[in-house]
């Protein structure tokens, strides 16, 4: 399965904001960010694939992000540098998840798989098209209608 199949489709307005708060660059630089709401959950681009030939992005890589303080997760939050070191090591998996970043005057963790978002285009509705939702567990599933 590639990306674009797992790709959650978002209206035009929240796609430009997305593609405005792209921090990929700024988290590598100094571990700042900017973060956007989708469906009472606040989160951080952290990546883009391009349409090529300049016409923009195909999907937006993000993933969710929560306050320090109300983290809950099994990995001890690590800044960029040692977070991408025990990657390295093997000690974490290849992803932002257990990150720790500022954003403004806060700390932020991120948590849960990482998500493509792509903008809506109109199109006729086909009943056995996947829907991306959360299952039960939290996590980010693709289900048919």
Not at 27 to 54: L, P, R, Y
Request: glycine residues 8%.
């Amino acid at each position: 399965m590639s990306y674009y199949d797992a790709t959650v489709f978002v209206p035009e307005a929240k796609f430009k904001e997305m593609d405005k708060k792209i921090s990929c660059q700024s988290i590598v630089d100094g571990g700042k960010c900017q973060t956007f709401m989708w469906q009472n959950e606040e989160w951080v681009a952290t990546g883009a694939v391009s349409k090529g030939g300049n016409q923009g992005w195909k999907v937006i890589d993000c993933q969710r992000v929560v306050d320090l303080s109300s983290y809950k997760g099994e990995l001890k939050p690590l800044r960029y540098i040692n977070h991408f070191v025990e990657v390295d090591k093997g000690n974490r998996r290849r992803s932002y998840e257990g990150m720790q970043v500022k954003c403004g005057n806060r700390e932020l963790v991120f948590v849960g798989p990482e998500v493509y978002f792509g903008q809506q285009v109109a199109k006729p509705v086909i009943a056995d098209e996947p829907e991306a939702r959360v299952d039960h567990r939290g996590q980010y599933k693709l289900f048919f209608a």
